[in-house]
């Protein structure tokens, strides 16, 4: 197949890149292009992928920039629109993936694709009553086909046709499992975002006097006036923050780490950064939002705490709720002994073995393309 890929254009698509919707885009070419298919990637300037073509459109940081209240992302993203529609046009296609995360700017353009379109849904814009309502005045077309991360976020999808879910994945031999027993810190990695949870992270960890390292990377000034206010006073010499600093320390982090904080504060779709730590037999602790209780076996490859009293998704190990919950969880994992803690982590690698390989991935993707395409 010849299959187009539309990537970000706010950072590089690279192996081992930080960001989750990069690192995905990168496994997905590499997948396909492994198996003998022809991959069109347009991204970001300096992207270094296995793809045979490259389209660049501009500088990530161009593109992560703002002036006069515009965030550049956008009109950047209809010039990559553009790009492909105008490549469409000569024939160059059999499929077009959308993956960047502004998806409903293709929408607008749907109606002049020749083409099957298919998108992954990386955020939870269908699942948002107003947002939806801008999708339904734009029209859906017949040749587009929608695809979302996890179940959870495709039951929360208020569009209901086209809809099926494949789980993210990863190169599970580039996270080996860590043999040490012997963990104290706890670990919180992600950008920093009031929706990532690093607030709930420092406090739960603050209460239950244990370490923690942050690590995350601050791209815009909102989110640095949220680190100053609702981060930066928790810090202290047990509980501290580093920049994110690349792959290598990434996977130092996640194999040294007791257990890895992900206290979502949205409807996370599926959330990447759990199955690089369960990869590294590192158990999880999360508030059970969006596909957390579809990631993560609760009292087998960590805890799924309920975020609060008034919004329960189960009946979980840990009762307590909130910030409360987070801290019992991290009690209850320290109290476990060292066997049924190196049982913990064993089974952590072995469910992210069996059910987020890559290639479980490519193999979802290459079936709905053929499912698209009719090819038998």
């Known amino acids: 197949m010849r299959i187009a890929i539309a990537g970000v254009v706010t950072k590089k698509i690279e192996e081992d890149a930080l960001g989750g919707t990069e690192a995905f885009t990168y496994l997905l070419v590499k997948g396909l292009v492994q198996r ?78 020749n083409i099957p379109i298919l998108y992954t849904m990386h955020r939870d814009f269908m699942s948002r009553p107003k947002i939806y309502e801008v999708y339904e005045r734009i029209g859906f077309s017949p040749n587009e086909n929608f695809v979302y991360v996890s179940k959870k976020a495709q039951e929360l999808s208020l569009f209901k046709n086209n809809a099926g879910f494949i789980y993210n994945g990863i190169d599970v031999f580039k996270f080996p499992i860590s043999q040490n027993s012997n963990q104290e810190k706890f670990l919180w990695l992600s950008r920093v975002d009031e929706l990532k949870g690093c607030s709930e992270a420092v406090k739960a960890c603050s209460m239950a006097k244990v370490p923690l390292i942050l690590s995350g990377i601050i791209d815009r000034a909102k989110y640095q006036s949220f680190f100053d206010k609702e981060v930066k006073p928790y810090l202290t010499s047990e509980i501290v923050f580093e920049e994110h600093a690349g792959f290598e320390r990434k996977l130092e982090l996640y194999q040294d780490a007791k257990a890895f904080l992900f206290p979502i504060q949205w409807e996370e779709p599926f959330g990447l950064v759990l199955i690089e730590a369960m990869a590294c037999g590192t158990p999880v602790i999360a508030f059970a939002r969006g596909a957390i209780p579809e990631v993560v076996v609760d009292g087998v490859t960590g805890f799924v705490v309920n975020s609060s009293e008034e919004d329960k998704r189960g009946d979980f190990i840990i009762k307590k709720t909130g910030i409360e919950g987070l801290v019992e969880a991290i009690q209850r994992l320290n109290s476990l002994s060292e066997e049924e803690y190196v049982r913990m982590r064993q089974a952590c690698r072995k469910h992210v073995e069996d059910n987020f390989s890559v290639e479980k991935m490519v193999d979802g993707y290459e079936r709905v393309y053929r499912e698209i395409l009719n090819i038998v």
């Open 36 to 113: 003998g298919h022809e991959v069109t990637l347009y991204c970001a300037t300096g992207s270094k992928t296995p793809a045979q073509h490259h389209i660049e459109i501009c500088n990530g940081e161009d593109a992560l920039g703002e002036e006069s209240n515009l965030h550049f992302v956008y009109p950047y993203t209809l010039l990559e629109v553009r790009a492909i529609i105008e490549d469409i046009r000569e024939k160059k296609f059999d499929i077009l993936h959308i993956n960047f995360l502004k998806t409903f700017i293709m929408s607008y353009f749907a109606s002049q694709v």
